[in-house]
């Protein structure tokens, strides 16, 4: 297998054990070749890798390649699109693994390259804005949507200015301006029906459900039901469910604690801090539900295991606990539901870290 065959193996590849499969090819081949083959291995390696979740080795695979391309573009500046991608990747990694200076540094070093109005220049922008957008840089998460939107009505890119604009109204909603919110939700809603892409169109409907009335609310959420969600969306739509219930008085905590569930998986899985899952279990365990002791081990197994902290004890003689250990000791859960899932998860990342309870 060649260095462009490995690239195409990998854009085709069905499941992640093709990618572990593929992640051995690769290291392979990175040891017989050199310059820009190398390179293009070293960089597909590296999305190997961050796919699987194992960030130490993209994280390395995307500087050994930045390091190639950084040469290779010194003695021909037709590399320098391969320095910006490596750049863009890495500023991606280092978002997902919330070490913000470094992936803002990374995103800026890449844009410094970018003197048109490329493709190139519309991602890392709305990749940086939208970074901007969730630590609540309100002014910079605008200058660079608004910049991105530009160049992506120039391009016709209308998926992305669908996008562009869903993001720019969550950050106009957070600065309290909900007026011009709604009517960048709504604009981004009419731009999207015309690509016709579920997932987009879903995204945006989540964001317009605090401003929809009974009848419209009810439609919407219909309409959200029926699509196929992402596990970040399923635990916004979840935590907005909670909320309203909350605000009307109902029981709200079978609704948080599908939030915090799906939010934890969400996190754990990609990344991605869609709702703050331990402030829904907390709401949870302020409660008087039936959930609320599984509520009390799932914060304790999060805190113990995923936080580090050592003064926490946990029961495993609750419901919550006794999963765990059937999984640990080879048995299987037979029910099924988002807390069942949440524990699975749990107790897997448990074998494979050859931890015992």
Known sequence: MNADE???????ARDLSELEELAEIGEGLCRNLEGHERGKVLGTLGNIYYALHKLKEAEEAYLDALNIYIKLSQEDE????????????????????????EAEKAYLDALKLLDDRSDQRLAILAALGTMYARLDMKEHAEKALIEAYSIARERGDTRAMGMLLNNLAVVYQRGGRKREAEMLLKMALEVLEEVGEDLSIAAVLQNLLPYLD??????VMERLES?????????????????????????????????ACLGFMAYRNFGFQSVNFMHCLDKVIE???????????LKKLILKYYYGSQKVEIDFNTRVGRMIRAVLDGDDIYDDGVVEDTVRLIAEDLLRAGKSV
Do not use: Q
């Not at 037709?78 to 200076?101: D, E, H, K, Q, T």
């Open 227 to 259: 699509f196929e969600l992402p596990i970040d969306l399923k635990a916004k739509i979840a935590y907005f469910k909670a909320r309203r219930a909350e605000e009307r008085g109902e029981d709200s905590a079978r609704h948080y604690m599908e939030a």
């Open 78 to 101: 037709s590399f320098l699109p391969y320095v910006v991608g490596c750049l863009y990747n890495l500023g991606n990694l280092y978002r997902i693994s919330r070490r913000y200076a």
């Open 214 to 219: 009974e009848k419209e609310l009810k439609r």
């Open 287 to 297: 409660s008087d539900s039936d959930l609320r002791e599984d509520a009390i081990t």
């Open 6 to 12: 490995f690239v195409k193996a990998f854009n085709n």
